[in-house]
Structure formats: C-alpha cells, structure tokens
C-alpha cells in the first residue's frame, strides 16, 4: 500500500483521515500545526502525540515534499526554487522578500493549456495538474527553508512566519486546477496551518469565468485577472480563452465576485508589450472598459524570452500608459522586475528543463495563424 501523503489534506481531510484511524479532531490539529506550523516530515519529531500513534501514522502516512533540482539566489534576495514533479517536468517557485512582508509565488500545474502568447509557460504546453500536497509543498518547503536559514527568528527566541503573502502566479492556471488549489488554499489560510489573511492569499487567472463564481462560493481570496488588452479581438490574440469567456462575461464575473472578495477590488494585470498592447489610445480605451468594475491596474514590464518574438514596452512608453489610467482616477503600479538575474519572474518558470518539442510546435503552428494587431481602439469581430 503506497502510503498517504498528508500534504494533500486541508484540516478537514485530515480530520476525516484521523477518524478513519480511530483518532479525534484534536489530534489532527496537532499533526496539522505540527507539520505547517513547525515544518515536521516525521512523525517522531511529534513529541506531544503518543508513541502509538506515531507507529500507526507512520505506518500509512508520510509528510512527502517536491524533490528540489535547484535554488538560484538573485542579487536583491529574490530565491527561485526549482522542483521534479516526475515524468521529466519540474515546476518552481519564487520568493520575494520585501521590507515588510514576504511573497511566495507557487504554480498550480506543470505547463499551462491556456496558451498565452507572451508566456514562457504557455509555450511549453499542458503536462499535468498538481495535486493538492505538490501546490502546499511549495510554501511548507519554502517557509521552513527560510526559517531554517534564520529568516523569521526574533530576539525574544520565537519564530515569526516568514511569507505572509502568497500569490497564485507561478506555472498554470489555478482555476483548471480547481478541485487540488481548494484544499491547498484552506491550508494557506487555516489558523493552525499558515493563518494567512485572506487579503493575502491571490488567486491569478486568465479569466475562468464559471470558477471564479465557483471560487467567490468555495474560498473567497484575493482575486486578480490577466486582462492585458481592452477589447475581445485583442485579447483573443493574447489569451486564447478569451474566445471561450469575452471580457464582459469576465468582467461580469468580476463584479460577482465582488459580493464576497475579501477586498473591495479586482487587481487586473496588464503585461506591456512592445507596439502590440501599450500605447495611449489602448490606454484609454481600457479607462472606459474597466470604469464599471472597482479595479486597481497592475502593468507588468513583459519578460522577454526567445520563442515569443514579442518585446518589452520601453519604460516611457508604461508609464505614459500608466499616467493615462491615473489622470482617469484608477490606481495604476508598474510591477518592479524582480530576480532578473535568475529568470526569476513569475509567468516565466521552468521551461528550460523540459523539452516539449512537440507540444510546443503544435503550439506555434496554431499562433501562426493569429495575427497579433498593434491595434487602435478594436471592436469585437
Ligand atoms: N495563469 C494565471 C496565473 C499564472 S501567470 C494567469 O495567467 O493569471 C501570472 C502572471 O504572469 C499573469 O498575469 C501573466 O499574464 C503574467 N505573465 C506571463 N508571462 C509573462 C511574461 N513573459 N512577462 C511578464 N508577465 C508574464
Ligand atoms: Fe497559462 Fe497564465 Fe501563462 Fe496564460 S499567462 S499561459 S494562463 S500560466
């Protein structure tokens, strides 16, 4: 019998596998903080549950984490780790410390079917979903990495957490992976895993429309969608989805999702390509789009690489954009490019370990065929 993994459980399944143990709730909340909270792989290190049960858990279960193939350290503290998830795929996370908080970006699958244009992950095609216990791996390792190195270490001897933010942004689409992300965020948010805020926690999708109604019911968090283009033919080209979920679907989601966001806004993402999204009529045209949706712009400096043909907007030319959407009252960032140096920015993740020849030239034959428009303001054709 292989044995259980209990990265794959939130509290409740935990509880549920306990009781199929014949063991009561609180002891699934000692194994819980134990495994979160302390970062314990075996079961031995658990000196308040009883030597009995210790044997049985490790009998059937394990505390299983990703295997690691790499760790870059960048020059401004950014860390990129790199993980085998099997069948030659490897997914990576990255952590961004800042002054105040701690941001670990974690991928939900190996590739991505969404197939963006600009996106390093969507060029490599679609391997597999992580499961629940590959998504929560990445923040157990990364918090209890940190920590082991002194990150978090007070003067009083207490340990504080180190990454209080966590960002759905690395490889995939969390929202095609819905039924693994779930449990992974309660963990995240669970006062005896993570007890991360909920204002904290960001889900990023291209644009889901029927899980993010299903995330607003499930697991309320942060919310931010890849709009990067103010009208469906643009878009279309960017974002295959789109075909599937046209923006006022998507911003009729948003809007929805609002009810019960933990915030009292979307954060729309923007990635500013050279003389395709970014110039000032663009600009405008998305003032009148996102006008009706309670909204902060992010604009992301595109990270170049080679495959997509496609450049990064010169730094005037963002913030000219950035200026328009802030004369019209919406808050408006230019993300800061982080961990340069080691290819560290997220949506850029792991494609030189794999090599998926095949997927991705299937990929380029059908992107052949959709014309990439340096568009004025568009109508949806
Ligand atoms: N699939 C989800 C989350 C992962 S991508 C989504 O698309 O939202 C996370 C963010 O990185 C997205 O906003 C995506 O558009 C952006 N991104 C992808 N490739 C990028 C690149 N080469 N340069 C800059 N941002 C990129
Ligand atoms: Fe997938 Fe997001 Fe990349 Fe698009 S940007 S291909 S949805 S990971």
Redesign the pocket.
Known sequence: MTAVNLLDFDLEGLTAFCDRLGEKRFRAVQLFRWMHQKGASDFDQMSDLAKSLRAKLAGVAEIRALPLLSEHVSSDGTIKWLFDVGGGNAVESVYIPEDDRGTLCVSSQAG?A?G?R???TGHQGFSRNLGTAEITAQLWFAEHRLRQRGAGATDNGATQRVIDNVV???M???LQNYAALVPALRTMLDDHGYGLSRRRVTV???GVVPMIDRLRDDCPVAL?V?L?APNDTLREALVPLNRKYPIAELLDACLRYLDRAPRDFITF?Y?MLDGVNDTPELAQELVQLVRRVPCKLNL?P??P?PASGLKRSPRERVTAFARVLQDAGIVTTIRKTRGDDIDA????LAGEVQDRTNASQRLEQRRASIPIVAAGPGVRA
Do not use: D, L
């Open positions: 991505c969404v963006c600009f996106c390093s759905m942004m690395g995939g689409e969390p990023s999708t291209s931010a890849s990067h993402e990635c992301i595109f990270n690489f920015a997220c949506g850029q």
